[in-house]
Every structure is written in structure tokens, then in C-alpha cells.
């Protein structure tokens, strides 16, 4: 029970400080949860809402002041995106085309599939990589592609390259400016910006498509 509420708390004040706190009290475990959380947030559909862009620049930060192993911070984010991204590929090709015909159900949204399926009508192959820095958008990305039946090897390069550029970029640029005193002394407010600045592409898309549409 204990883990879970330092879990709960370190999700709701997701900052340096706490994700140390929560590193000590876990030990080298820490690593098997950062993996845990990463893989459900890009590899279950239903899991859109855990923290993605944030969680990674703040590990990155902690990294920074050598409370985690930065080597093993890297490897073991991007193999949790790379894997999650898989399985998510999988459910969808399982579940197959039938979930765009449904209604919205509690855990899944009609309109996240269709406003990322109108990504890769945009995008094609390379919304696997774009998605990865748009929240919601790379959750459902490798499902979406699961559903059209894309073909796996195509999947799996972009997959890759997605999932080692999202970790190397934003893990990076936690490594980078995390320990400064600036990002430390201001470091909610970074990570609102991060947000903020991730969902500017999905927002922007929205608003391009409803103005389109206005106009017919």
C-alpha cells in the first residue's frame, strides 16, 4: 500500500525532488517501474493519461544529479517505448478494423482513433515518429497502425527510430539543463511548458481540420 501512494504522490508532483525521494525508497527497482510505466503509457490504449514528455525530462533531470544511472535510464526507456509501441501494433491488428464502428466505451475514445487515423491519412508511416512528441496522439498511434494492417517491418523501423529519438531528445534535454538552477528553481513550470508545447501540433491540427471543414 505504501508503494502505491508514493507512486499516486510522485505522479501528482512530478519533480525532481520526488522522483529521487522515490528512487531511494525503491532501489534498483527503480528502474523496473520507470520500464513499467513507460510500456503501459505507449503500449495499452487505455492508458493515455500517464505522464509521457514529463516523466522522461524529469528522469533525465535526476539523472543529472546521479541519482539514476543515465546509461540505464536510455536503455531501458527506449526499450519500454520500443516494446510498448509493439504490443500496441498487436492489439490493434488483433481487434482489427471493428473499433472505429463502436461507440465511445469508458476506456476508449472514438474520437482519439479517428483524429489519429487522420494523422496517418496526413502523415503515412512517419506519424509513428511524429506521435511520439504529441500526447494521446502516440498512445493511439500503434494501435491505429495495428487496425489498417500496416505492415509490420515498415512499422517496426519507424518504431524504432521513434522510440530512440522521443528518449534520446527529451531524457537528453533533461540530462542537459536539469541540474541547472534555473530549470530547478522553476521546474513545475517546465514541465507545464513541455506539455503545453507537446499538445501545440494536436491543438493546431484540430483547429486547421474544423476550419476546413467551416469552409465546405
Not at 115 to 140: C, L, N, S
Not at 199 to 211: H, K, N, S, Y
Request: aromatic share 16%; charged share 15%.
Amino acid at each position: 500500500m505504501e508503494f502505491w501512494q508514493k507512486l499516486v504522490d510522485l505522479f501528482l508532483h512530478l519533480d525532481p525532488e520526488h522522483l529521487r525521494a522515490f528512487s531511494s525508497y525503491c532501489g534498483v527497482w527503480i528502474y523496473l517501474v520507470l520500464f513499467l510505466i513507460v510500456f503501459c503509457e505507449t503500449g495499452l490504449v487505455v492508458t493515455p493519461f500517464l505522464p509521457g514528455d514529463s516523466l522522461l525530462f524529469a528522469v533525465g533531470a535526476v539523472a543529472a544529479m546521479q541519482a539514476l544511472d543515465p546509461v540505464w535510464v536510455i536503455v531501458v526507456l527506449c526499450a519500454a517505448a520500443i516494446l510498448g509501441d509493439s504490443v500496441n501494433y498487436q492489439i490493434g491488428k488483433f481487434m482489427g478494423p471493428k473499433v472505429f464502428h463502436r461507440p465511445d466505451s469508458r476506456w476508449l475514445k472514438k474520437e482519439h482513433l479517428d483524429r489519429t487515423h487522420a494523422f496517418f491519412e496526413k502523415y503515412g508511416g512517419k506519424t509513428i515518429i511524429i506521435a511520439r512528441f504529441v500526447p494521446i496522439v502516440r498512445t493511439f498511434a500503434p494501435f491505429v497502425a495495428g487496425v489498417g494492417a500496416m505492415t509490420y517491418w515498415k512499422f517496426l523501423m519507424f518504431n524504432v527510430v521513434g522510440g530512440l529519438l522521443w528518449v534520446g531528445v527529451i531524457v537528453g534535454c533533461g540530462l542537459w539543463f536539469g541540474k541547472t538552477d534555473a530549470v530547478q528553481k522553476n521546474f513545475k513550470l517546465i514541465i507545464v511548458a513541455i506539455i503545453i508545447i507537446s499538445i501545440l501540433p494536436a491543438v493546431f491540427e484540430f483547429w486547421r481540420t474544423r476550419r476546413q471543414a467551416g469552409k465546405k
